[in-house]
C-alpha cells in the first residue's frame, strides 16, 4: 500500500470512529431526554397550616422533607386558623388547609376533609374563663372574647347558649384582655387551655366536656381540607403524604417536639409535650368511626340550631 492509500484508510477510520462515538452519544442524549420525557414533571402542593406547636408536630416530616413523595414537592405557609378559614372561603387560595370544621359548610363545595390530619378534644376543648368566678349558666350575661366567627370553640359555644355575647379579637390577645379587664371572659383555644390558671383566671366551662354529656362523642375542633381541583389520584397521594407525616412524628416524638417547640408559645418543653399528646395522636392518623360520626353530629346540630346557615355533606379522602 503506498502513503496516499494508508493515508485515505486512516482517514476512513478516524471518520467511521468519529461517526460512532457522534452517534453513542446522540444515542444516549436521546435515551435521557426520552426518560425526562417519561417522567411526570414534579407538582408543587401549597399547604397552610396554623403556627402551632400540634400542626408544627404533625407537619414536621413534612416541612423537613423527611417524608417525601415521588412527583410532588411541598411549600408550606403558616397562618393563624380564623384567617384560613376566611382565605379558604373566599379565595380557596391553598392546595392543603387547615381549617375549623365550623368553616368546613361554607367551603365544602371546593374542599373535601383528609380523613387525617384532625384536632379532637377526647373530654377536652376551648374554654370559657374569667378573673372571676361564674357558673356556667351566667355566661349570656358576660361579654365574652372569642377567637373567631367561623371557629369551632365559637360554633359549640354557640350551641352551648344561643344568646351569647361574643366579640371576636386575635386569639393570643385574648388572655391579656380578660387579665386587663377588657373583657368579661374569655373564650380560649391552644395552649391557653393550658395557661390560664397560672394567669390567675377561672375556668368556667370546658365545651369539651360539655359536648361529651351531651352527645357521648370527641369534640372535633380542627381538620385539614384538600383541594377538590387536584383531583382523586393527587387528593390520595397527599393525603397519604401527611398521614405518614403524622406517623413519623409519632415514630420519632423528641426531633419532632424539638421542632415544635418553636411553635409552643408560653410553654415549656413538659407543657408542650402535654398538649401535643392532647391533639396529636392515634386518632389524628384515623378519624375512627365515632370520630367521624361526631363532626357530622357538630356541624348537623349547627345546621339545626340556625348557626350554620345550609345543610352539610361531608365526605373524607382516604
Known amino acids: 500500500m503506498n502513503a496516499r492509500s494508508a493515508s485515505q484508510s486512516s482517514a476512513s477510520r478516524s471518520a467511521a470512529s468519529d461517526s460512532a462515538v457522534s452517534d453513542s452519544a446522540a444515542s444516549d442524549f436521546a435515551d435521557r431526554s426520552s426518560d425526562a420525557a417519561s417522567k411526570p414533571p414534579t407538582r408543587e402542593i401549597s399547604?397552610?397550616?396554623?403556627?402551632?406547636?400540634?400542626?408544627?408536630?404533625?407537619?414536621?416530616?413534612?416541612?423537613?422533607?423527611?417524608?417525601?413523595?415521588?412527583?410532588?414537592?411541598?411549600?408550606?405557609?403558616?397562618?393563624?386558623?380564623?384567617?384560613?378559614?376566611?382565605?379558604?372561603?373566599?379565595?380557596?387560595?391553598?392546595?392543603?388547609?387547615?381549617?375549623?370544621?365550623?368553616?368546613?359548610?361554607?367551603?365544602?363545595?371546593?374542599?373535601?376533609?383528609?380523613?387525617?390530619?384532625?384536632?379532637?378534644?377526647?373530654?377536652?376543648?376551648?374554654?370559657?374563663?374569667?378573673?372571676?368566678?361564674?357558673?356556667?349558666?351566667?355566661?349570656?350575661?358576660?361579654?365574652?372574647?372569642?377567637?373567631?366567627?367561623?371557629?369551632?370553640?365559637?360554633l359549640t359555644l354557640k350551641l352551648f347558649e344561643p344568646g351569647v355575647r361574643a366579640e371576636f379579637i386575635p386569639f393570643d390577645r385574648i388572655l391579656p384582655e380578660v387579665m386587663a379587664g377588657n373583657f368579661d371572659a374569655g373564650l380560649i383555644i391552644h395552649e391557653g387551655q393550658l395557661t390560664y390558671s397560672a394567669s390567675g383566671l377561672h375556668k368556667v366551662l370546658d365545651l369539651g366536656q360539655w359536648w361529651r354529656q351531651q352527645t357521648g362523642l370527641p369534640l372535633p375542633l380542627g381538620g385539614n381540607a384538600i383541594r377538590r381541583s387536584l383531583g382523586p389520584e393527587a387528593m390520595q397521594a397527599v393525603t397519604q403524604a401527611l398521614r405518614n407525616s403524622i406517623q413519623h412524628g409519632l415514630d420519632h416524638r423528641e426531633a419532632a417536639l424539638e421542632y415544635a417547640m418553636q411553635f409552643?408559645?408560653?410553654?415549656?418543653?413538659?407543657?408542650?409535650?402535654?398538649?401535643?399528646?392532647?391533639?396529636?395522636?392515634?386518632?389524628?392518623?384515623?378519624?375512627?368511626?365515632?370520630?367521624?360520626?361526631?363532626?357530622?353530629?357538630?356541624?348537623?346540630?349547627?345546621?339545626?340550631?340556625?348557626?350554620?346557615?345550609?345543610?352539610?355533606?361531608?365526605?373524607?379522602?382516604?
Open 47 to 154: 399547604i397552610a397550616h396554623s403556627p402551632d406547636s400540634d400542626d408544627a408536630f404533625m407537619f414536621y416530616g413534612l416541612a423537613t422533607n423527611k417524608i417525601r413523595v415521588p412527583g410532588y414537592r411541598f411549600a408550606h405557609t403558616l397562618c393563624d386558623i380564623e384567617t384560613l378559614n376566611r382565605k379558604a372561603i373566599d379565595e380557596a387560595l391553598y392546595d392543603v388547609t387547615a381549617i375549623s370544621f365550623h368553616a368546613y359548610p361554607y367551603l365544602q363545595d371546593h374542599y373535601a376533609l383528609m380523613a387525617c390530619g384532625g384536632s379532637v378534644g377526647e373530654g377536652y376543648g376551648p374554654m370559657v374563663v374569667a378573673g372571676q368566678r361564674f357558673a356556667p349558666e351566667q355566661i349570656r350575661d358576660l361579654r365574652i372574647a372569642a377567637p373567631g366567627a367561623l371557629t369551632t370553640a365559637y
Open 264 to 318: 409552643a408559645r408560653d410553654l415549656d418543653p413538659q407543657l408542650a409535650n402535654r398538649f401535643v399528646s392532647m391533639y396529636v395522636n392515634d386518632r389524628t392518623l384515623n378519624y375512627g368511626e365515632d370520630g367521624r360520626e361526631a363532626i357530622r353530629t357538630l356541624l348537623k346540630m349547627g345546621y339545626e340550631k340556625g348557626v350554620i346557615p345550609h345543610a352539610c355533606r361531608v365526605d373524607f379522602v382516604e
